[in-house]
Every structure is written in structure tokens, then in C-alpha cells.
């Protein structure tokens, strides 16, 4: 049952990456009923902070795949918990019938988030008392809107990160009949930071993206262009900031690093690509330009200059077709000329950021519905759109691949979750997964170029 106590609430985030494990740990912290709040939002970036309080255990698990961090993206994440270790999605559902949470996060894909619904509907059937189930999104939603969000029907709580998602949500439910009572307005967790001030010397950070754009060519371009801002303006230090490491996978597959890419330049003294905490980086941005990286969002939220290029087009594909009416609409050539985009205030507030006084209350609902349901003791049991009625030409598909049955039982010979993986096991995952980035990142763009000859 609920382990709900006055000084106690129990946690559990399943994440699948290392932005959606930041995601899922900061909402956790954000989304905690008003008893577990302190008094006052710090101003410290929330990434900087401690994601678990004295009174709130954490448990995190990383769902096995091709994307799960590694060692070091969950130390450039920053956030901690209580405990955090690797899992199948078999293994979780076992652990949930174990172990007594009051909310657990799901910071997954779309279709990783129904098979968990469904599998823990299956796991919990004729049990008095279950946790309050949270999904969302980590960033902007441009692409997929109906797909991801059906996948997510079902918990109890789908959080839009603005007041436009919100109102898109809702109709995207109602559309196809599917109760819209869920979707619940809040903003993205890991905004924050000290205001905007300009530093010395002046510094231009492009946030790159792992599969924005996907193409070679348009990612040489990216790079040539960036470098020619570099030394065309040798008083400003550029940066590129990277997401991954080679061999690391984020949210999104990377075939083509800019690393790689930048191996083969002559480097201006004042370029050099960086890694590390997205808050801390923009502690020094002066420019933050970007294709359509979330990133966007966290610079706007805190007043610093923000572009999201033209130069590819404005496109579906690239994401940036988000940003239309922002005012940060702008290409290579007007940066390098001097332009500094001034945003578009009505925008902005509707995406959520830089919106005054507003940001610290934006979880308010949230955590009044958590209470809500907190409170009521049982809850009905999860009830995703999607069943083997309305979709069994899909959800059968969907749930096989996380090792499910349509009833969202385990299917047979699915991994065992009563004993650790042996040693043996262990290095083959991860030979398993190394091959696997190595045909992403070498293999893969090999045969595609060859495909074009």
C-alpha cells in the first residue's frame, strides 16, 4: 500500500535516458504534495540542487536499452537519488508488486510508457491501494503529437509543459474520445538560474542535438558556420556544447558527432567544444543559438539572447517550425552582422518560460491533484485508450517489445528479475550495446552513403 506518511513520501522515477532520467527525478521533486514543499523555490538553477529532500526517498530505475546513461551523463545530469540501478521492463514491473511507493514518475518513450501502464494494471489487479502514475514529455513536443500522446494515456497525470501543450493535449483526448482529465498544465522542471548579464568576453554557445539535423552535410554546414563566427569575431569566445560523448546514445540517436566532424578543421583559438551541465553553461552564454534544442527554452527563461536558425529552412523535420512567432527566427549571416533577436512576450508566456512571477506556482496544480489522489486512499486501476479492443492491430506490438503479452503479463521466457545478471551476462550487455552504437555511429552512414551512390 501507499507509504504516504506525515514526514515520509516515497518516489519511484523509470527513465530510459540520461534527459529524460533529469527530467523524471526533477519533476518528482517539483510535483511533491505542498506538505513536502519547502516554504520558498531557491534561485539556484534546479540542476544545481539536490532533486531529493530529507523528507522525500527517491528510487530510481533505468529502463536497459540503447540509450541508458552511462557513469558519466549521470554525473553531468546532477541529479542524485536515493538509490538508482539498471532494470528490464520485466524486472520493474516485479520490483512495483514488492515495494510501496505514493507516486511513480514514468520518464519514458511514448511506447515504453504504455507498456508499462498496461503492465502495471496487470501487476496491481486486486490490489486496494496503488501509487499516483506521472508521465509527460522532457521537452518540446513538435512531431508525433497524437502518437506520443495516446502511447501516454492511461496515468494518472500527463504533464503539458505550457499553457499550448495543455490545450493541444486535451485536444488530441477529446478528439478520439479518450478522457482529457489527466492532462495537467505545469512547465519544465530544470528551468531556473541567475537572470541574464553579459560576461567577459562575450561568448556564443550552439546547444547541438544528437539526430537536428540528421544529414552529414547539413551538420558540416552547422560546424563550418559556427567556426566562421568564430573567426570573423575573434573578440567572443564560441562554443559548441555537446551532448554525448562517441558511443554515448541521449533521448535521440547520434550517427554523425560533431566531434568527429571537428577533427577534420582548423580550429580558431577562440572555439573549443564543452560538455557538461546545460545550466552552468549558460552561467556564461551571451548568445545561445540553437536548431531546436530545449535549450531554446531554459536560455529564454532566463533572458539571455536566444536564436533558432533559419539556415536549413523552417521545417517540420527540424523542430524550429515550434519556434514560429518567438522572434528568434534568425540565420548565420544576421548573427554574424550583429543581430540580437528580441522575443516575442505573448509567445513566450504560452511556452511557460521567463513568464514573471509565474514559474514558482506552475507545479501548483499538479501537486494539488497528487494530494487529491493522495488523500483518496484507492484509485481505479490504470486505463490507457489503447486496449486489444480498440488498437489490437498495434498494442500487441508495442508490449512484445518491452517482453509483454496484450494483457500485459510477461511473456514467456522475458528476463528473470528474482536474481542478479551475472558477471557473464553483464559484460555481454555491454558488448551487446557497444556493438549496437558502433553500427549507429560507423556502420549505418556507411551503408547509407553507399545507398546513394
Not at 531554446?296 to 539571455?304: K, Q
Not at 521567463?354 to 493522495?374: K, Q, S, V
Not at 490507457?384 to 503479463?409: E, I, M, N, Q
Request: proline content about 6%; some cysteine; glycine content about 8%.
Amino acid at each position: 500500500m501507499p507509504a504516504s506518511t506525515a514526514k515520509s513520501l516515497r518516489v519511484a522515477v523509470l527513465a530510459d535516458s540520461d534527459t529524460r532520467w533529469k527530467w523524471g527525478a526533477l519533476t518528482a521533486n517539483r510535483i511533491k504534495p505542498s506538505e513536502f514543499t519547502e516554504s520558498s523555490e531557491s534561485a539556484e538553477p534546479a540542476e544545481s540542487r539536490k532533486s531529493v529532500d530529507s523528507d522525500i526517498r527517491l528510487d530510481g530505475f533505468l529502463l536497459r536499452g540503447r540509450a541508458t546513461p552511462t557513469a558519466r551523463q549521470l554525473e553531468e545530469v546532477g541529479v542524485r537519488a536515493d538509490s538508482l540501478r539498471e532494470v528490464t521492463a520485466v524486472e520493474f514491473l516485479r520490483e512495483m508488486t514488492k515495494e510501496s511507493y505514493d507516486i511513480l514518475v514514468l520518464a519514458l518513450v511514448g511506447g515504453g510508457v504504455q507498456a508499462m501502464l498496461h503492465g502495471l494494471a496487470h501487476a496491481w489487479q486486486g490490489r486496494a491501494q496503488r501509487p499516483v502514475v506521472v508521465t509527460g514529455y522532457v521537452g518540446v513536443v513538435y512531431e508525433k503529437l497524437a502518437d506520443g500522446l495516446l502511447l501516454r494515456h492511461g496515468a494518472d497525470l500527463v504533464l503539458a509543459n505550457s499553457r499550448q501543450d495543455a490545450e493541444r493535449f486535451r485536444a488530441v483526448y477529446e478528439g478520439v474520445g479518450a478522457d482529457a482529465s489527466s492532462v495537467t498544465e505545469v512547465a519544465l522542471p530544470f528551468l531556473g538560474g541567475a537572470a541574464y548579464e553579459k560576461s567577459d568576453p562575450y561568448t556564443v554557445v550552439f546547444a547541438a542535438q544528437p539526430s537536428v539535423p540528421e544529414s552529414r552535410k547539413d551538420r558540416a554546414y552547422l560546424l563550418e558556420r559556427l567556426i566562421r563566427h568564430a573567426r570573423k569575431h575573434p573578440e567572443r569566445e564560441v562554443l559548441l556544447k555537446l551532448r554525448s560523448k562517441p558511443g554515448e546514445h541521449t533521448t535521440h540517436i547520434e550517427e554523425l558527432p560533431y566531434q568527429k566532424l571537428a577533427q577534420k578543421e582548423d580550429l580558431p583559438a577562440n572555439f573549443r567544444l564543452v560538455y557538461g551541465n546545460m545550466g552552468e553553461v549558460l552561467d556564461r552564454t551571451d548568445l545561445l543559438v540553437t536548431v531546436s534544442s530545449t535549450a531554446a527554452l531554459e536560455s529564454l527563461h532566463r533572458r539571455i539572447p536566444t536564436v533558432v536558425l533559419t539556415d536549413l529552412g523552417v521545417r517540420e523535420a527540424l523542430g524550429n517550425h515550434h519556434f514560429v512567432g518567438s522572434g528568434c527566427l534568425a540565420s548565420w549571416d544576421q548573427l554574424d552582422a550583429g543581430h540580437e533577436p528580441v522575443p516575442d512576450a505573448e509567445w513566450v508566456s504560452r511556452q511557460g518560460v521567463a513568464a514573471e512571477g509565474e514559474y514558482a506556482t506552475a507545479f501548483d496544480e499538479a501537486r494539488e491533484r497528487i494530494t487529491g489522489l493522495l488523500a483518496a486512499g484507492e484509485l481505479p486501476p490504470l486505463a490507457p485508450y489503447y486496449t486489444p479492443v480498440t488498437a489490437p492491430g498495434y498494442l500487441p506490438g508495442v508490449l512484445a517489445r518491452h517482453h509483454l503479452a496484450p494483457d500485459g503479463s510477461p511473456l514467456p521466457g522475458a528476463p528473470a528479475a528474482d536474481k542478479a545478471p551475472s558477471p557473464v551476462r553483464q559484460i555481454v550487455r555491454r558488448a551487446a550495446r557497444g556493438a549496437y552504437r558502433h553500427g549507429v555511429q560507423r556502420v549505418a552512414p556507411v551503408i547509407r552513403r553507399m545507398g546513394e551512390l
